[in-house]
Nanobody, 124 residues
Framework: QVQLVESGGGLVQAGGSLRLSCAAS????????MGWFRQAPGKEREFVAA????????LYSDSVKGRFTVSGDNAGPTVDLQMSSLKPEDTAVYYC?????????????????WGQGTQVTVSS
């Protein structure tokens, strides 16, 4: 079965940087998009960023645009999220997901497999 494993979460001070990685296995994803979502305590799941494996199309949420960079490698495949200028409000569990679509999408209902998440905590 398809498995997604996130890594790279941790504790960082505001203004710092952190890089998350997601590795997918058990399926063929070379032509499909992958995305990152996050969920903070007491809040709904929120779209962060997504890309297709050809790196031709990328989506970012307005809240992270200019601070986060998503990149991917369809050889694994893997998808990374480079987070810079982190803010306390970025604190959340970050989830990697894959969609059968080729184009990236911000809608969680269009993603069919999800990882377990990795905790990112940004201190003030």
């Amino acid at each position: 079965q398809v498995q997604l494993v996130e890594s790279g979460g941790g504790l960082v001070q505001a203004g710092g940087s952190l890089r998350l990685s997601c590795a997918a296995s058990g399926g063929t994803f070379s032509r499909n998009a992958m995305g990152w979502f996050r969920q903070a305590p007491g809040k709904e799941r929120e779209f962060v960023a997504a890309l297709n494996w050809g790196r031709g199309n990328i989506l970012y949420s307005d809240s992270v645009k200019g601070r986060f960079t998503v990149s991917g490698d369809n050889a694994g495949p893997t998808v990374d999220l480079q987070m810079s200028s982190l803010k306390p409000e970025d604190t959340a569990v970050y989830y990697c997901a894959t969609t059968p679509l080729v184009e990236p999408t911000m809608w969680p209902g269009e993603y069919d497999y999800w990882g377990q998440g990795t905790q990112v905590t940004v201190s003030s």
